[in-house]
């Protein structure tokens, strides 16, 4: 595994503008080599920031949408329509503002029966990559202030997890069950980018970087591209309590 890569940002936006950098720039390269550009959006409060920026002229211009494939990494087990769907958020701040191909976004169907749904979106997501012959170009993931990561959180059987890419989980978080990518699938991405952002994550994020390995206890630490890019891009805030960076 490559040495993870940590960047601090000022600002909760110079956080996202360098996201948002990042993602064009993995788009450019698959688009160099002939590629569809295969992304898992993140949910949660944070990255709806990064898919506004996305959906502005500045960066939507640069990105060739016809060959992006939108995926989740994780979802909450409810319609589309919901507010708490990470399909909604991802929808409304940037996919119905680019010309993203409506084959080419992959939902997680929340509103199913949640071990239907996970074993479902396993299949279709093994069906596309096969077709593709590639791994996921880029998992975009969040971290909660309990140390979860899409909704992998503490003590799932899930972070132990070596064959299912998608499993259906029962949460201590509204709304209960949810559908996520398990390590497997998130650890054979090419490129794994954490999105931290606030005072409200420094102690965890402190906990998770520096402290001892327990993904058990601090779930976000499974997170280890076996061959891929991992990048932690945080803003001031939540490295307050890095050691020594
Ligand atoms: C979700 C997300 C989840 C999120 C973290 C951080 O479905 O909620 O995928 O993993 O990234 O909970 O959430 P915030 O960005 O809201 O702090």
Redesign the pocket.
Known sequence: MMQPMLEVFPTADELMRAAAERFVRGAAETRRSGHPFVVAL??????GALYALLATDGYAKRVDWRRVHAL?????CVPPDDAAS?YRLARETLLDRVPVLAENIHRIHGEDEPVAAAAAYDRELRRLLERLGRPLDLVL?????NG?????FPGAAAIHERERWVVADRVA?TPAW?V?FTPVIINAAADVTF????A??AAMLHQVLDGPYQPDVLPAQVVAPANGRLGWLVDAPAAARLEGR
Not at 42 to 47: F, I, L, Q
Not at 72 to 76: A, K, L, M, Q
Not at 148 to 152: D, G, I, K, N, P
């Open positions: 993140a949910g949660g409060s944070t990255p989740w990494g994780d979802e909450r990470n993931l969040g971290m909660g202030d979860h990561t899409a909704s992998l978080a949810r996520t999105l931290v952002s606030g409200g994550k």
